[in-house]
Every structure is written in C-alpha cells, then in structure tokens.
C-alpha cells in the first residue's frame, strides 16, 4: 500500500503529541517528515523554568529523542525552517533550499515571544524566555552579572525570575498592572503571591511602564515612565506571546491573531492542518499545552478517517511552577454582573479560596496557599457541575478528609489527576491494576501523567499509594526537599544524624547542596537540626521565617501583635494591669482576645518590641512559631457542674511543660473536663475529654481550612499518663512529619494505627520522652533571651537601646 505523505512543520510539543497520537493510531499509515528550526528533539519547554530553577538539565528534559525519530521511521530535519508551504504543488520548501511533497501537512509553529518595541531592546544581555537558547544566556548571564530585571509579573515572568534567584541573582520584577498574574488571579490572590515571593526575595516595581533600555552595547539598566530608572545587567522580557504566522501568512492561509481553524483543525486550505499555539480556534489561541493536547488528540482521529467529534475549545487551569508557593486558577475566575463568588480567606496562615458562580454553576476558582482542591474543583468548573442540592460552603472544603478518608479516595474515577495530559483518576488506577505500574514514573510511561509539568506528580503518588495499599513502597518513591538537593526528609535527617550535622552550611557543603539553600530547605534544614541534636546544633536564626525571627507575628501594615503566654489561658490581676499599663504607654491600638483564651496587642511598633517585652514580663505565647501554641482550657471540675477532672490544671502542665517545644508546624491543644468539649478538644491537633476515671486523648484534629474531627488514640487514668502519652506522641510526631506537615496531615500520612502501635510499646515511649525531655532542657524563653543579650537586640531592632 502506498503510504501518504504527512509533513510536521515545527518540531514543538503539541505538533510531535498529534504525530504521537496519529502513530498510537494507525502506525503505518504515513511516511512522516518532520521539520523543526531548533536544532534539539522534541523536548519539554515547560520544563526550562524547572532547567533555570536548578531542578533539572537540559538533558533531562526531552521528550522524544533521536532513536524515537528513527524508530518510526521519521524523517527529521532540525536546524530547518519551512518557508513556504505551495499549496497547489503540495510541496512544502524550507530555507535550505529543500522540497519535500506532502499529501498533508500539519503547521505547528508555536508563538513567538511578545517583545516590547523599546529604544535598546536589542543590546546585549535583553533576552527572552521561550526557549533552550534563552535559558542558556540566561545561565550565562548569572555567571557574571548579578542584577536582572524581569519585564512582565505573568506566569512566565514569575517563573524566570524565580529562577534567577536560585541562581544567585538580585531580581525585581517589573509589571504593568498593580497586581501580579492579573490574567489568572483576583486582587486578594495577586496580593498574596507578591507577599510570598518578597519573602522568598524577589522585588517588584507595580504599575510600572518602562520606556528605554539603557546601555552602552550591553544593558546597563531601564527608565520608567515616570523618570525613574532601575539598573540591570541582564533584562528579560515576559510579556507574553504571540502566535507564530508568519509561515501561514506567506502560503496564503487565512489567519487573525492566529491560524483560523475550524472544529477539525482545519485551514482554509485543503489538506493543510493547524494545531498548537499557532492556532486559533472560535477566536481562542490558546497557550497552555492541555488545550493543545486536546487539539492533536481529535487531529490525529481526523487525519486517520477515525469518527471524532471535533474539538469544541478548552476552559483553562494553571498552577505557576515555584517552589513554595501553590497557586492555582481555572475557569471564568473573576467576579462580575451574572457571577457572584464565595471565598474563604485565613489571612494568617495565607489561604485564600474562591469559586466564582454563575447562578448555580461553577465556573472558575482561584486557590492560593492551598490547591489540593484544585483538580475536583476543576473537574466540576468542566461539567458545569449545578451546585443547587449542596451547601455552598461545603464545595470549598476538602471532601473526604472529614470522614477521615484521603483525598484520592473520595474523587470519583473521572476526576482529572493530570490537567496537562488529561489523565484521570480511574485510567492511572487501571494502569497500576492491569498493566503493573507501581511508581509515578511508570505511570507517567503508560498514561502520560506528570509528563509535561510535573505539577500533578503528588497527586499521582496518592492515586498509587491509596491503589496499592499496603504493597506501596515509599522508598522508591523518594521526593527531594526542595530543587537545591535530589536527597529527600528521610535522607538529610539520616545523614544529620549519622554524620553529627550541626550547621545549616555544613549540611549544605556535606550534602552537596547545589546553591546557598532556599525559602523551602533553609527553614526546614533548622528545624530538622534542632530535632535530631537539640543541645549541640546551630541555630541560624536568618533561616527563619520573618515572624519566627522577630518572636512576633507581622501585620499588613508592617506593625507587630504580641501575645503573651497565658498558661490555660488563666490569667491573674498583676498580669492583666501589666498589660493595661503596656498598652497605655506603648499607645497600642488594638486588644483582643483569641480564639486561643489569650490577649492579642496589635500595631506595636518594630522598635518598641523588646521594651513591651521587658514591661510585660511575661513569655512568649508563640503565637507565630512552628511550635505548641496554646492549651486551651474549660473551667471544668472546680466551676462547672459538669465536670468531671480538673480541666485547667492538666491544661496549665501540658502549657508548662511544651512551652516554646520547636513542632515541625504550630500544634494546638485542648482540655475538656466533660463531653461537651467546651473547650473544642475534639478540633485540636492534642485533646483531652474528661469523663468519668480519667481522660479521652484526641489527636490529628484541626479546625482551620482543613476540618477535621480528631481521632481517639487513648483512654488514659491519670494525668501523669496523660503527660507521658503527650510527650511520646509528639515526640514522635517531631521525628517523623516533614517540616510543615499539621498532624493531621501527618496522622493521615502515616496511620492512626501505626502511631497507636509505637506508642503501645512502653520502652519506646520511654525513649521518645528521654528526647523530648532532652530538647525541652535548652528552652529558653525568646522574648527574655533577646532582651537580656544587648547585641542581638541591636541587630534586630537596630534603633533600640534598652536600659
Ligand atoms: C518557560 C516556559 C514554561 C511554560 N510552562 C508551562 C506550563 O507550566 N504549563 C503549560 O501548560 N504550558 C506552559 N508553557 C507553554 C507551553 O510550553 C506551550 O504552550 C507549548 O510548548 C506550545 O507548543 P507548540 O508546539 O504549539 O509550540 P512550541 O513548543 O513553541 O513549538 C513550536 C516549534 O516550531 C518551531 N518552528 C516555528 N516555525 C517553524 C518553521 N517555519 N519551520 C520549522 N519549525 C518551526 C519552533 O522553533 C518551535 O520549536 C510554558 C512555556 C515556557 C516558554
Ligand atoms: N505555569 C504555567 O502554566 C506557565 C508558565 C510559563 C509560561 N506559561 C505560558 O507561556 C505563555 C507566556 O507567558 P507570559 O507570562 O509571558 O504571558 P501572560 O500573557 O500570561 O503574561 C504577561 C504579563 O506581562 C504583563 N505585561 C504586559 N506588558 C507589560 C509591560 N509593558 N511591562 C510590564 N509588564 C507587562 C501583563 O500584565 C501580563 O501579566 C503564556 O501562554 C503562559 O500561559 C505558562
Ligand atoms: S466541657 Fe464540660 S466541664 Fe468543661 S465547662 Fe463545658 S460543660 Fe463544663
Ligand atoms: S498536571 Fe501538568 S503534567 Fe500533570
């Protein structure tokens, strides 16, 4: 049979899918020619920002190499530009004077960056980020040079600039709108991404125009609009993309911003195909690659005379790739006339959700500092799902978790794991029953999930976890702690304890770090030295989170809230007078009392911390720690007629004794002296319930964006027993949650059961209190140590001189 000829113009990621796609479906029946003017195989362009974070290399990032080419019998011709496609000799030629006929032809020539038409935008060191070569000036660039300028504060802006920083470079990201990823986020979201990414140290100029590159061959910096300059010896410009049509244009094809097509991928042109970036399809050209996978899918049925419905356009969902910051978008996200929008907001710990409604459908979300919601969120902004049969606020909380199930297990087969790819759950779980798969990469081999961002990754592993139950092997599974190291938690904690670690550096230059750390390790790094050797290790207090630093919680505003310790939350006329005398003479401006029975002073000022601290002469409630925060307490047995044990003296000792205790994320704790939980024992990540002979002790419980109900790990006598079952549960939970881990993730992670059976073991337990009794011998109260150690003071509230 004579085999027709199909041409691929443009060697990128959504031409080679459609060819992929074709091949999965009728093997032999092309002679394929592809042309690509790159001179690599088809590799992952997503994946650069990983290349210029440090995640990865080049080399690991292709997706289909040479021998692929050849083993389907492709002809590839790299370093070759089509010029002209001769529609009425059905030839397509190239720029090396090469004619290759063609039976039909696919353009897949991607989008060109969008670069700004300013005075100096062609000196040296002005680059974009589209592909191989942009990456590479980039990684030149930071060799020399130390300050980049990153126009355009979108999703790709972000993420070279996050790059950038990794690679040692000053970064400020300049963008015209006054919030970040206004085309994927709401003010509240857009906000809250800037507060993160300027704790992780990038800048930002707002609202700022820029009008001229400056410099003498090489940049040398910007002017603004408004006169104001910003030096820069390397400028990268993000300012989006537009569709590359330049080919079509010259060959006569109909276009608009892109290459019109119709449902089928068609041009105005017969035989002549368009798919990917380059396309635009009912007005849309799209630039995410799950459309454009979408798009080769029904162009592969198409162009093999395979029944398809034809492609019907794509709502959207991006999640932006940096460390440390979970972000996600979908859908018709903005609020207006037709659509109203629900939202959770825990401005503490930075969570922001929202879904916006179009009367009782879904229609778009925005997640920020939590997106585990995001792929059921998505599935139902898909379906349209009506949401007029369920409490609305119920949609934005995690369903399962509740009832004490994983996330994986409550979604439904279809639910989409892989956005990218478009893989669901139930196709991953067929993968690992029938075909055997029992890692993410083989996953990723069989169903193509996780092959194109990664994103999904985590969610993949669940899927497996939760499918092969008690076959999963977490060992091969491991996940690096962040992009500085390939060594996952368990790894670093092994080697800080086998090698005697005792500095953050030392880690960094035993372990080989591949950069000086970052917002993700430098913390985590500290805590897990403090846990392994608390009396011998360095604390490295510039590797705190700024609250953690300042033993004072930040506001908005750029004042403090100071929280006293209040054991129990059981306070006395000396202290409160020393409170009022304080607020008084500091002019404080706010006083509440917390959810956590303790009195919060807001808007005191950086300078006047440590004397506010002196006058107070109290503790530090660690209202801003990684660490126990409160013990809250009812009244119980000495007031109540209810109860039944002494609610507020067990309360005071559990205070007393974990005070200021260093927890891999903050744990909360509560005493009940009967059932009625007065004191919410049931949502705290440590309850106690009195009831008659002794104490129900809780755990795993939380009452934040995550609710969820705790689960009895105990019935304990006395409250000797129940000190001792605390200290070896949270030693214990020290030891082996990730840092940043709530124990109610953590308890999920690991198992109710588990943690039951290591405590059940009575020599263990002594072992675990011998090392909580061991870190709780060097605390110190923070708020005291400062204010008694002159220079410390000097260097965190330079201004200040205490008498
Ligand atoms: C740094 C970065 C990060 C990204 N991250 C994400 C992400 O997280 N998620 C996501 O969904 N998307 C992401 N994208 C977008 C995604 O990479 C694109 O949507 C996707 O690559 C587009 O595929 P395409 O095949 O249409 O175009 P391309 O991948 O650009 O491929 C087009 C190819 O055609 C070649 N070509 C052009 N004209 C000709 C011609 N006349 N002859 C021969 N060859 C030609 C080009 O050189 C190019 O190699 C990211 C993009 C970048 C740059
Ligand atoms: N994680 C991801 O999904 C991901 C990552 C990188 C890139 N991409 C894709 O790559 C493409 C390019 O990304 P992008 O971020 O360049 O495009 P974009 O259009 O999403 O964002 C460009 C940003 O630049 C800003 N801007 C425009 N003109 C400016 C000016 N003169 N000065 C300062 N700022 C200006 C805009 O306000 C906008 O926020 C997009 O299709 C994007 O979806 C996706
Ligand atoms: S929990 Fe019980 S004992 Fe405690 S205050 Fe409430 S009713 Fe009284
Ligand atoms: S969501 Fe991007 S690879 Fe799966």
């Given at each position: 049979m004579n085999k027709k000829k199909l041409v691929l113009i443009g060697n990128g990621m959504a031409g080679v899918r459609a060819v992929e796609e074709i091949l999965k479906i009728s093997k032999d029946a092309f002679d394929i020619t592809i042309f690509g003017t790159e001179p690599h195989p088809n590799y992952n362009r997503i994946l650069l920002s990983k290349v210029l974070q440090g995640d990865t290399e080049v080399k690991d990032i292709t997706l289909n190499d040479w021998n692929w080419y050849e083993e389907n019998n492709i002809t590839l011709f790299t370093g070759e530009t089509v010029t002209k496609i001769d529609s009425e000799m059905k030839v397509v030629r190239s720029d090396k004077g090469r004619i290759v006929p063609y039976d039909e032809v696919i353009i897949a020539t991607g989008s060109v960056p969008f670069i700004l038409p300013l005075p100096g935008a062609d000196k040296e060191g002005v680059t974009a980020f589209r592909d191989i070569k942009d990456t590479d000036i980039m990684l030149e660039a930071s060799k020399k040079y130390k300050k980049a300028a990153v126009i355009g504060g979108g999703l790709l802006g972000l993420e070279a600039a996050r790059g950038l920083l990794n690679l040692g470079m000053d970064v400020s990201v300049i963008h015209i709108a006054p919030t970040l990823m206004e085309r994927q986020l709401d003010e509240t979201a857009g906000k809250l991404l800037q507060n993160e990414l300027e704790k992780q140290g990038m800048k930002f100029l707002l609202e700022a125009s820029t009008a001229e590159i400056y410099g003498e061959d090489r940049v040398e910096g910007l002017k603004f609009k408004d006169g104001s300059q910003l030096e820069a010896d390397l400028v990268v410009m993000a300012v989006g993309i537009k569709p590359n049509i330049s080919l079509a244009v010259e060959s006569g094809l109909d276009v608009n911003r892109g290459i019109i097509v119709n449902d089928f991928l068609q041009t105005n042109i017969p035989n002549v195909y368009a798919v990917g970036e380059c396309a635009e399809h009912n007005g849309i050209p799209y630039g995410l690659v799950a459309p454009l996978y979408e798009q080769g899918m029904v162009l592969a049925k198409h162009i093999c005379g395979k029944a398809t419905d034809g492609y019907k356009g794509s709502v959207l969902s991006t999640q932006l790739k940096v460390s440390g910051v979970e972000v996600f978008s979908a859908g018709d996200f903005m609020e207006g006339d037709d659509k109203k929008s629900l939202k959770i907001f825990d401005e503490q710990d930075g969570i922001y959700k929202k879904i916006v409604l179009r009367g009782n459908k879904i229609v778009g979300a925005v997640l920020f500092g939590d997106s585990k919601e995001g792929s059921r969120l998505f599935s139902m902004i898909k379906k349209e799902a009506d949401i007029s049969d369920t409490e609305k606020i119920t949609i934005l909380q995690p369903i399962g978790e509740e009832a004490g199930e994983s996330l994986v297990a409550s979604m439904p087969d279809d639910e989409i794991i892989c956005g990218c790819n478009g893989v669901s759950k139930g196709t991953i779980v067929q993968a690992i029953k029938e075909q055997g798969c029992t890692t993410v990469d083989a996953i990723k081999g069989c169903t193509s999930a996780s092959r194109s961002c990664g994103g999904c990754k985590p969610l993949v592993a669940d899927v497996l976890q939760f499918t092969l139950g008690s076959d999963f092997d977490a060992s091969s599974q491991k996940e690096a702690i962040c992009s500085c190291t390939t060594l996952s938690r368990d790894e670093v904690v092994e080697e800080i304890r086998a090698k005697g670690l005792k500095h953050i550096k030392e880690v960094m230059n035993v372990l080989g770090w591949e950069s000086e750390g970052c917002s993700k390790c430098r913390p985590a790094l500290n805590y897990y030295l403090a846990m392994v050797n608390p009396i011998g290790y360095e604390d490295e207090r510039e590797s705190r989170f700024v609250n953690e630093r300042m033993h004072a919680n930040i506001q908005k505003d750029g004042t403090y809230s100071v929280v006293p310790r209040m054991y129990g939350g059981v306070t006395n006329a000396s202290e409160l007078r020393r409170i009022a005398d304080v607020v008084e003479k500091y002019e404080i401006p706010l006083v509440k009392v917390t959810g956590g029975q303790r009195i919060d002073l807001f808007g005191v000022k950086k300078d006047d911390l440590p004397r506010v601290w002196q006058d107070l002469d109290m503790n530090s409630g660690y209202a801003y720690g990684k660490s126990l925060r409160t013990v809250k307490t009812c009244v119980g047995e000495t007031f109540c007629r209810f109860g039944t044990q002494d609610s507020m003296g067990l309360g005071i000792r559990l205070e007393k004794k974990f005070e200021g205790l260093q927890t891999p994320h903050k744990v909360k704790m509560a005493v009940s002296a009967c059932p009625r939980s007065c004191a919410e024992s049931g949502f705290k990540d440590i309850g106690f319930i009195g009831i008659d002979g002794g104490w129900e002790l809780y755990v795993?419980?939380?009452?934040?964006?995550h609710v969820r109900g705790g689960d009895l790990l105990y019935k304990v006598k006395t409250d000797d027993e129940a000190m001792e079952i605390t200290g070896a549960y949270l030693q214990y939970y020290r030891e082996t949650a990730t840092y940043l881990e709530r124990t109610s993730a953590w308890i999920e992670r690991v198992g109710l059961a588990h943690v039951q059976s290591v405590l059940d073991d009575k020599q263990k337990r002594i072992e675990l209190n011998a090392r909580m009794d061991e870190t709780l011998s060097v605390y110190k109260d923070p708020w005291k140590e400062i204010i008694e150690d002159k220079k410390t003071t000097k260097e965190l509230f330079e201004t200040v001189e205490m008498s």
């Open positions: 795993g419980g939380n009452g934040g964006t």
